[in-house]
């Protein structure tokens, strides 16, 4: 099936909350932007149950928070395409395609925004009892074990978020922690301490779930001591860290070694053009917050790159005649390449064919101008770089 391509200003590709931030920006400053979600819009934020840090909010969960996000872009004039699914991508300094399931984009620049997905339990059998106990939403699945004793595996502020989320649904919540403390807000470790039916496991791996058709235990390790004994759990919910879904542009961008995007402050990446912000880039701190930062900065410098590509006069010219095959070749190629041209018949008048002579020497077409380089006949390479250090 040939795809229909389309030109436009600026893809930000994930709505969580960078990338709903940098539709926000983007569309305000009038840069025509489309977003294009391969999952669920708002992303990990949405299926967090409860959100207490975000400025200006006391407490609000994760699926309002969302909305408000994407109500706010859409409003603004963002489009989000949740449905049509990206295949594949090709960045370059000179062009971005980007392939969907329906169309083939060629933007001016591209916003990654794709984020990170939680990291999965270091199990043997977590593929076997995936979606059958063992778990990574708290929202979407903690219902199917209410009066039920389950576990959850972590110790960052998220986990114990989700543990105390857990604990009003469930009879009783076993946080397993393999080290002697959590590393988490002081805040958010004082609440969780204070509920009754929530059990800590300092100093406790799980090393993995067993059952029937259903989770109905876990083996566990004292990492002190090194001795294994068994929780008779329902359960286990994972939040152990999370990966950057970024699969999608190996070998495209830069990666470092644990596969994040590598930028720079302003969020632009090794391709110029190209920008990266929340989760799925390269730092330290990875909340909300700094996500929506990072989708402010990068549409505040992708509106200027895509400014300065409109503004950047570029001084193409094609001399040809009307039925040279090499001229065609030419004008069909830069047209490929999006790249606007003046033609100048050189049939037409004595003056354009002394130009010719005078720009190449030479009395023959097609002789292409971009700005100062002068390229004699059809030569893709050539008319490659020329465009390259425009």
């Not at 270091?122 to 063992?134: A, C, F, R, T």
């Not at 979407?140 to 986990?159: K, L, M, P, Q």
């Not at 929340?278 to 700094?290: A, I, M, P, W, Y």
């Not at 030479?362 to 002789?367: D, E, M, T, Y």
Request: proline fraction near 3%; aromatic fraction near 8%; glycine fraction near 8%.
């Amino acid at each position: 099936m040939n795809k229909e391509e389309k030109q436009i200003d600026l893809i930000v590709i994930g709505a969580g909350p960078a990338g709903l931030t940098a539709g926000i920006y983007a569309t305000r400053a009038n840069v025509e932007t489309l977003i294009l979600e391969n999952d669920i819009i708002g992303g990990q934020m949405r299926s967090s149950y409860t959100i207490e840090n975000y400025p200006g909010f006391d407490n609000i969960t994760g699926m309002e928070l969302a909305d408000k996000m994407e109500a706010q872009a859409t409003g603004e004039g963002a489009i989000i395409d949740e449905f049509d699914f990206i295949e594949s991508v090709s960045f370059s300094d000179q062009e971005k395609i980007i392939e969907t399931g329906d169309y083939i984009y060629k933007p001016k620049a591209v916003i990654i925004a794709t984020g990170a997905s939680p990291k999965k339990l270091p199990i043997s059998n977590e593929s076997k009892y995936l979606g059958k106990g063992v778990h990574y939403c708290a929202v979407c699945d903690g219902a199917n074990y209410a009066d039920e004793e389950i576990a959850v595996v972590g110790g960052g502020s998220a986990a114990l978020e989700e543990a105390m989320y857990l604990a009003r649904l469930a009879k009783k919540v076993i946080i397993i922690r393999r080290y002697d403390s959590f590393h988490a807000e002081a805040k958010v470790i004082n609440e969780v301490e204070q509920v009754a039916n929530i059990e800590i496991l300092y100093n406790h791996d799980l090393v993995n779930v067993e059952g029937d058709e259903f989770v109905e235990r876990a083996i566990i390790r004292n990492t002190q001591t090194g001795k294994e004994s068994t929780l008779p759990i329902k359960a286990v919910f994972g939040y152990i860290g999370t990966e950057p879904k970024t699969d999608l542009f190996k070998g495209n961008i830069s990666l470092d070694q644990s596969g994040y995007i590598i930028t720079d402050e302003s969020m632009q990446t090794n391709v110029k053009g190209v920008y990266a912000a929340g989760d799925v880039r390269q730092k330290e701190f990875r909340q909300v917050s700094t996500a929506v930062a990072d989708g402010t900065i990068a549409a505040l410098k992708a509106e200027k790159y895509i400014v300065a590509k409109k503004e950047k006069c570029v001084m193409v010219k094609v001399y040809s005649v009307q039925w040279c095959g090499p001229c065609q070749k030419v004008k069909k190629y830069l047209d490929s390449k999006g790249i606007p041209y003046e033609v100048v018949t050189v049939a037409d008048a004595k003056e354009e064919r002394d130009v010719v002579l005078q720009v190449s020497g030479q009395r023959s077409v097609p002789v292409t101008t971009i700005n100062d380089k002068v390229i004699i006949g059809f030569d893709k390479h050539q008319i490659d770089e020329a465009l390259k250090n425009l």
